[in-house]
């Protein structure tokens, strides 16, 4: 980014909407990182204009072959829990369908009936009672700390605590479960290992490291883990944890998938509710608003955009050469900018008179407004802003 991450991305209480016909992320790239449904939100963010890249972070491992899951069914069936909390639907559904295929199932079901069942918010809820299971507790927060209060409520002195997890183990919970006098049993559904190609990973690590992409998403918080320990692998650590505090923004879909994140102090956007569709939608508003600029030149207004600008309706690509001279440009709008200074910014380093009068006018032609850039004879050429325009708000 030429004119720098905060100074240049202005944030709004109300972005402004683009017209019909031009994607909200037109010229924006998105990375995900996300193994399962993938496709599906990456053609949610295509849709919108975005550029997509994909780098799955794990892979999970099947649950019929998942030996620990199946000792700690077994475990369940043979003690029975006096509690069970339930954090998430896909991975509570997944316990007992995995259940079933060993012939534990009717087995786990009778425990479950028998004892007290938390869940972690309504598709949870929705799982246990499509498994016949009704009386649970969830609160309206969906808040794993919420349920862990609601635990602390209760006498936990020697009574048994199973927890179904989905993703990342919950230590602190456990922690303070035993410190109350719980046995606490985990039951990791799911769980998570590196994909068989870590090639696409280890690509957007360094997409991430060289500043490539707007934003970066995560969807379990086993990959976030799984991103940030193949960037310190391969040497990029510092580099990605920079870019993710300034030029790349860190988009999880809710606050289990932001913890890993946030105990690495990176800032982590998330939408309102834990959805692939709110998270859509929240890129599509923060992303505009955080990363592009807006300026007006010879009646126009400019967005400028990761690797594009919206002039007033229309989007174009002037390439990366036709955008390193428009960021330049827009930096210091209507002051001139020399043949030399303008060559300093093209990809490559330096380019003579010629190769910049050639440069510009390609820009120009892709702009499709020659006036939007003044040639200063003898001088070298300026973004044709009236501040007095852009001041007013008429724009």
Same mark, same amino acid.
């Given at each position: 980014?030429?004119?720098?991450?905060? %100074?240049?991305?202005?944030?709004?209480?109300?972005?402004?909407?683009?017209?019909?016909?031009?994607?909200?992320?037109?010229?924006?790239?998105?990375?995900? &990182?996300?193994?399962?449904?993938?496709?599906?939100?990456?053609?949610?963010?295509?849709?919108?204009?975005?550029?997509?890249?994909?780098?799955?972070? !794990?892979? !999970?491992?099947?649950? @019929?072959?998942?030996?620990? $899951?199946?000792?700690?069914?077994?475990?369940?069936?043979? =003690?029975?829990?006096?509690?069970?909390?339930?954090?998430?639907?896909?991975?509570?559904?997944?316990? !007992?369908?995995?259940?079933?295929?060993?012939?534990?199932?009717?087995? $786990? $079901?009778?425990?479950?009936?028998?004892?007290?069942?938390?869940?972690?918010?309504?598709?949870?809820?929705?799982? #246990?009672?499509?498994?016949?299971?009704?009386?649970?507790?969830?609160?309206?927060?969906?808040?794993? &700390?919420?349920?862990? @209060?609601?635990?602390?409520?209760?006498?936990? +002195?020697?009574?048994?605590?199973?927890?179904?997890?989905?993703?990342?183990?919950?230590?602190? #919970?456990?922690?303070?479960?035993?410190?109350?006098?719980?046995?606490?049993? +985990?039951?990791?559904?799911?769980?998570?290992?590196?994909?068989?190609?870590?090639?696409?990973?280890?690509?957007?690590?360094?997409?991430?490291?060289?500043?490539?992409? +707007?934003?970066?998403?995560?969807?379990?918080?086993? =990959?976030?883990?799984?991103?940030?320990?193949? =960037?310190?692998?391969?040497?990029?650590?510092?580099?990605?944890?920079?870019?993710?505090?300034? @030029?790349?923004?860190?988009?999880?879909?809710?606050?289990? &998938?932001?913890?890993?994140?946030?105990?690495?102090?990176?800032?982590?956007?998330?939408?309102?509710?834990?959805?692939?569709?709110?998270?859509? %939608?929240? !890129?599509?508003?923060?992303?505009?608003?955080?990363?592009?600029?807006?300026?007006?030149?010879?009646?126009?207004?400019?967005?400028?955009?990761?690797?594009?600008?919206?002039?007033?309706? %229309?989007?174009?690509?002037?390439?990366?050469?036709?955008?390193?001279?428009?960021?330049? $440009?827009?930096?210091?709008?209507? +002051?001139?900018?020399?043949?030399?200074?303008?060559?300093?910014?093209?990809?490559?380093?330096?380019?003579?008179?010629?190769?910049?009068?050639?440069?510009?006018?390609?820009?120009?032609?892709?702009?499709?407004?020659?006036?939007?850039?003044? &040639?200063?004879?003898?001088?070298?050429?300026?973004?044709?802003?009236?501040?007095?325009?852009?001041?007013?708000?008429?724009?």
């Amino acid at each position: 980014m030429g004119w720098g991450y905060f %100074r240049s991305c202005r944030p709004s209480s109300s972005p402004r909407s683009v017209v019909a016909d031009v994607s909200s992320l037109a010229g924006f790239t998105i990375g995900i &990182t996300a193994a399962r449904r993938r496709e599906e939100f990456g053609a949610a963010l295509a849709r919108r204009g975005a550029t997509v890249l994909y780098g799955p972070a !794990i892979r !999970i491992v099947p649950l @019929e072959n998942d030996d620990e $899951l199946r000792r700690a069914t077994q475990a369940c069936v043979d =003690a029975p829990p006096d509690i069970v909390v339930a954090t998430t639907g896909i991975g509570f559904r997944g316990w !007992i369908e995995a259940a079933d295929g060993w012939g534990l199932g009717e087995g $786990l $079901l009778d425990v479950l009936k028998r004892a007290t069942l938390l869940a972690r918010g309504p598709k949870v809820v929705g799982a #246990m009672h499509a498994a016949g299971l009704f009386g649970e507790w969830s609160p309206e927060s969906e808040s794993s &700390t919420e349920v862990l @209060e609601r635990l602390l409520t209760m006498d936990l +002195q020697g009574r048994r605590v199973a927890i179904q997890l989905h993703g990342e183990p919950l230590p602190d #919970m456990v922690d303070v479960l035993h410190e109350a006098g719980a046995t606490v049993e +985990q039951i990791q559904v799911y769980r998570w290992t590196l994909p068989v190609d870590t090639a696409p990973l280890v690509k957007l690590c360094q997409q991430v490291a060289a500043r490539e992409m +707007q934003a970066l998403t995560f969807t379990s918080a086993p =990959a976030a883990v799984s991103f940030l320990q193949i =960037a310190d692998e391969l040497g990029l650590g510092d580099q990605v944890r920079d870019a993710l505090h300034s @030029e790349v923004l860190a988009v999880a879909v809710g606050p289990v &998938t932001a913890a890993p994140l946030d105990r690495a102090g990176i800032p982590v956007v998330q939408p309102n509710r834990s959805r692939l569709g709110a998270m859509v %939608r929240e !890129i599509s508003v923060q992303v505009p608003a955080r990363f592009a600029r807006r300026v007006v030149a010879a009646g126009h207004t400019l967005e400028l955009r990761g690797t594009g600008v919206l002039i007033d309706d %229309r989007f174009v690509s002037p390439g990366p050469s036709g955008m390193a001279l428009l960021r330049s $440009l827009v930096e210091h709008p209507g +002051q001139v900018h020399t043949r030399a200074e303008l060559s300093a910014v093209l990809p490559g380093g330096s380019a003579d008179d010629h190769a910049i009068e050639v440069a510009i006018g390609r820009l120009r032609t892709a702009l499709g407004e020659p006036r939007i850039i003044q &040639t200063v004879v003898k001088r070298g050429y300026r973004l044709a802003f009236d501040p007095e325009v852009a001041s007013s708000g008429r724009y």
